[in-house]
């Protein structure tokens, strides 16, 4: 989720009436991917959308993740933002920022990568006490993607 870039949340518009470049029309795009996979993860925790500050009426904004989507969808396809309308009577607990919601992401998916190398690794030690030689190890591995992840432990492990 972390492209490196530092914008703000994916529905601040900081520019008036110019139309969208390509480099603007992907980071919507990548925006959309965001948006499904924060409401995949955070949806079942009880997160409804994200929450942001509008300085044009200078108050929160709610957006639930489908009307989210909707928004994105619609400043991509006509350039500009759809009129919002405030949330009737939601609750601030059920919402969270952008940079918090992308920031769970991150985290879940770096705990996700960590996760997944000691799984690996508890393989190769059962394969290994299962007499498998090293190289029918190493292509069981190859096939199901796992080598790299095995690779990087051992890495880490030097480094200690």
């Not at 955070?42 to 929160?60: N, Q």
């Amino acid at each position: 989720m972390d492209d490196g870039d530092e914008r703000q949340g994916p529905w601040e518009d900081d520019h008036e009436d110019k139309p969208l470049d390509e480099e603007e029309r992907e980071a919507l795009r990548r925006d959309l991917v965001d948006v499904q996979v924060l409401k995949s993860l955070l949806s079942p925790r009880g997160i409804k959308g994200t929450v942001f500050y509008c300085p044009d009426c200078a108050e929160d904004h709610y957006l639930a993740w489908d009307l989210l989507t909707n928004n994105l969808q619609e400043l991509l396809r006509e350039g500009e933002s759809p009129v919002h309308e405030p949330a009737f009577n939601p609750d601030p607990d059920d919402y969270v920022s952008w940079d918090y919601a992308s920031g769970f992401a991150d985290g879940y998916q770096s705990y996700l990568g960590e996760e997944a190398g000691e799984v690996a690794a508890r393989l190769v030690v059962e394969l290994d006490g299962r007499r498998w030689s090293p190289e029918e190890i190493a292509q069981l591995l190859d096939r199901i993607g796992m080598h790299d992840l095995v690779r990087r432990g051992d890495e880490d492990e030097d480094a200690d």
